[in-house]
């Protein structure tokens, strides 16, 4: 006879001001339910963006069907190639420059997730509602986040940033209406304390007194896990600590990130505690990513790697030019060889995320599972500014094994990115007829 209690999804672990939601465990499962009931769990949308396109050469499969060797460029994703969809032949007609005449990159993030051309202009800017926000608007309310924005560099709104095009343009992805941009989270510490609620409406001078007494948030909740951990069963119980786990040490890296920077020259333009490496500015809001799907905290997101356009250096990795300047490399071959190797890099840390994704458990299916996540850029050769078959990457399985990964799929030409982003809105629950430029949906993702 079966008689342990459900404990409902919505549970939450609070103590002196603090509220944590949890991952899905499966004491949420009801007893007598099986582990495989469609949706149990549910399906998060997200967009993953890369500025100044890639070096093609090194990026495109010279094969169709499934994966096999991965090019160069999408070699740290090898381990996870049956996790993925390679997509070819994916265009935005809108990010070209039609009547408007110079700005590629100034319209590539403002038509990216609208489907739109942005009005050219500094002043009354205009793109469209993005498709994440279409479905943030629909699904929003059952979460606590209708939607989530990261990015990590520059978030100037104001200004010309490309040929006559507003900032809010190339710093923005998510756009809530034709005028209305989502401004990216940038901050480590931002973030977490959007996050777990924590003192956002301080000064920088109060905060910084707090942080000198401050403790760990899941201190203020110990009691609470204490209860709940007497009423878990032991694989929920490991969930639970791991999940725990996952906070604490992100509370530890950001405390670091900001005593390293506390040794930074003052004069320099650096946010408060961010991490001056890109890889570890990377890991910690992919990780609080993390959590924030787990903990069902929101099911759409969006993250603008870096703004459009960008003249970040790597000098981690051996590169002190600029990133764009590199991409207007006119075929040189040492300059080319830069460009591939910093669009690696970025799969890299990209590959490592998925690796996390994919190793927290969501009954019998993973977070991986249950996420479809677009990787890719809006320009295909930076030296050449065209848009048309875009890199684009279709990472996890959209719940229910709903997408078929571990091939490559190749679309007729000039097939509208529009297309796609309407489809993955239908696995989302929330249909529309049309949506940017799109002609109708894509097909073969699914294995129907």
């Given at each position: 006879?079966?008689?342990?209690?459900?404990?409902?999804?919505?549970?939450?672990?609070?103590?002196?001001?603090?509220?944590?939601?949890?991952?899905?465990?499966?004491?949420?499962?009801?007893?007598?339910?099986?582990?495989?009931?469609?949706?149990?769990?549910?399906?998060?949308?997200?967009?993953?963006?890369?500025?100044?396109?890639?070096?093609?050469?090194?990026?495109?499969?010279?094969?169709?069907?499934?994966?096999?060797?991965?090019?160069?460029?999408?070699k740290?994703?090898?381990?996870?190639?049956?996790?993925?969809?390679?997509?070819?032949?994916?265009?935005?007609?809108?990010?070209?420059?039609?009547?408007?005449?110079?700005?590629?990159h100034?319209?590539?993030?403002?038509?990216?997730?609208?489907?739109?051309?942005?009005?050219?202009?500094?002043?009354?800017?205009?793109?469209?509602?993005?498709?994440d926000?279409?479905?943030?608007?629909?699904?929003g309310?059952?979460?606590?986040?209708?939607?989530?924005?990261?990015?990590?560099?520059?978030?100037?709104?104001?200004?010309?940033?490309?040929?006559?095009?507003?900032?809010?343009?190339?710093?923005?992805?998510?756009?809530?209406?034709?005028?209305?941009?989502?401004?990216?989270?940038?901050?480590?510490?931002?973030?977490?304390?959007?996050?777990f609620?924590?003192?956002?409406?301080?000064?920088?001078?109060?905060?910084?007194?707090?942080?000198?007494?401050?403790?760990?948030?899941?201190?203020?909740?110990?009691?609470?896990?204490?209860?709940?951990?007497?009423?878990?069963?032991?694989?929920?119980?490991r969930?639970?600590?791991?999940?725990?786990?996952?906070?604490?040490?992100?509370?530890?890296?950001?405390?670091?990130?900001?005593?390293?920077?506390?040794?930074?020259?003052?004069?320099?333009?650096?946010?408060?505690?961010?991490?001056?490496?890109?890889?570890?500015?990377?890991?910690?809001?992919?990780?609080?990513?993390?959590?924030?799907?787990?903990?069902?905290?929101?099911?759409?997101?969006?993250?603008?790697?870096?703004?459009?356009?960008t003249?970040?250096?790597?000098?981690?990795?051996?590169?002190?030019?600029?990133?764009?300047?590199?991409?207007?490399h006119?075929?040189?071959?040492?300059?080319?060889?830069?460009?591939?190797?910093?669009?690696?890099?970025?799969?890299?840390?990209?590959?490592?995320?998925?690796?996390?994704?994919?190793?927290?458990?969501?009954?019998?299916?993973?977070?991986?599972?249950?996420?479809?996540?677009?990787?890719?850029?809006?320009?295909?050769?930076?030296?050449?500014?065209?848009?048309?078959?875009?890199?684009?990457?279709?990472?996890?399985?959209?719940?229910?094994?709903?997408?078929?990964?571990g091939?490559?799929?190749?679309?007729?030409?000039?097939?509208?990115?529009?297309?796609?982003?309407?489809?993955m809105?239908?696995?989302?629950?929330?249909?529309?007829?049309?949506?940017?430029?799109?002609?109708?949906?894509?097909?073969?993702l699914?294995?129907?």
């Amino acid at each position: 006879m079966i008689t342990r209690k459900t404990l409902p999804r919505r549970t939450f672990l609070r103590g002196l001001g603090t509220t944590i939601a949890l991952p899905f465990l499966d004491a949420m499962t009801p007893a007598l339910a099986s582990s495989r009931i469609p949706g149990k769990a549910p399906v998060r949308m997200g967009f993953v963006y890369v500025p100044n396109g890639m070096d093609i050469r090194n990026w495109v499969l010279d094969y169709e069907g499934k994966l096999g060797q991965l090019s160069r460029i999408m070699k740290p994703l090898e381990p996870y190639k049956d996790e993925l969809v390679v997509l070819s032949n994916l265009t935005h007609n809108n990010g070209r420059a039609l009547l408007d005449g110079p700005g590629d990159h100034g319209r590539c993030c403002g038509s990216y997730l609208t489907g739109v051309q942005p009005r050219k202009t500094m002043v009354e800017i205009k793109a469209g509602i993005s498709c994440d926000q279409i479905v943030a608007n629909q699904i929003g309310g059952k979460t606590r986040f209708p939607s989530l924005e990261l990015g990590m560099e520059d978030a100037r709104q104001a200004g010309d940033c490309d040929s006559g095009y507003s900032c809010a343009y190339t710093n923005n992805l998510a756009w809530r209406s034709e005028t209305q941009p989502l401004p990216p989270v940038l901050d480590p510490r931002a973030l977490f304390e959007r996050l777990f609620g924590a003192d956002a409406g301080l000064t920088p001078e109060a905060r910084a007194r707090r942080n000198k007494f401050r403790r760990s948030i899941l201190d203020f909740v110990t009691d609470d896990t204490k209860k709940l951990q007497s009423d878990l069963g032991p694989t929920d119980q490991r969930k639970l600590e791991e999940y725990l786990s996952s906070i604490r040490d992100i509370e530890r890296q950001i405390e670091k990130a900001e005593k390293d920077n506390a040794q930074i020259d003052p004069h320099m333009a650096k946010p408060y505690g961010v991490p001056a490496d890109f890889a570890e500015h990377f890991k910690l809001m992919t990780d609080m990513l993390t959590i924030a799907l787990q903990a069902d905290l929101s099911r759409v997101f969006t993250f603008l790697v870096t703004r459009e356009g960008t003249s970040r250096s790597y000098r981690e990795i051996g590169i002190a030019d600029g990133h764009h300047p590199l991409t207007h490399h006119m075929n040189k071959a040492d300059l080319m060889e830069k460009v591939s190797q910093i669009n690696t890099y970025h799969v890299k840390q990209f590959a490592g995320w998925v690796e996390r994704l994919k190793s927290i458990k969501e009954g019998d299916a993973t977070l991986l599972d249950n996420c479809m996540i677009v990787y890719g850029a809006w320009l295909t050769d930076g030296n050449r500014h065209n848009h048309e078959d875009l890199p684009t990457l279709l990472v996890g399985h959209g719940g229910g094994n709903y997408i078929k990964t571990g091939r490559r799929v190749v679309y007729r030409r000039e097939t509208p990115m529009s297309n796609l982003f309407l489809t993955m809105m239908d696995r989302m629950d929330v249909h529309a007829e049309h949506f940017g430029d799109s002609t109708g949906r894509v097909e073969g993702l699914n294995l129907s």
